[in-house]
């Protein structure tokens, strides 16, 4: 792995708003992490939600800017982690995450996308948006109230 052109990325991004000079790992694990709790049911509340997914964002705008070597070291478990998200959410092109965050790149596919086992904060507020999840318990989708 091209360590050199990395950390060169992680600059540029800071420099470009990023709080701090990130690695591809760093963020790999972050979303790995994210894919894992969504799978799971994420508790958090929409705002920790939406601060996490961010980390998706970080790899999205660091992929042009890489090497191919870089790229090719990575491809594989971004990708992995990825079809994992896709089959953990639930596609809504955005209309209820993006009443509390909006994004406009239409290759951010991820923020069109919540989960699918909705349970703690994130079910209550998501819900409140007209969400629909499945029962954690059952993995069923449970009746309108």
Known sequence: MNSSNEAEVGQILHQRGW????????MANAWSRLVGEVERGYEEQVDEYTNDLSC???????????????????????????SRFLAATVDDDGYRLGQF????????????????????DLERTL???GSIGT????GSTPPPE
């Open 56 to 82: 998706r964002n970080w790899l999205h705008l660091a992929w042009p800017l890489l090497d191919d070597q870089t790229i090719l070291n990575w491809s594989a478990r971004i990708e992995e982690l990825d």
């Open 19 to 26: 709080r701090q000079a990130f690695t591809v790992a760093e």
């Open 127 to 129: 819900r409140s948006a």
């Open 135 to 138: 029962d954690p318990a059952t």
């Open 101 to 120: 965050h909006g994004v406009k790149n239409p290759d951010m596919w991820w923020w069109r996308r919540y989960p699918r086992v909705l349970t703690g």
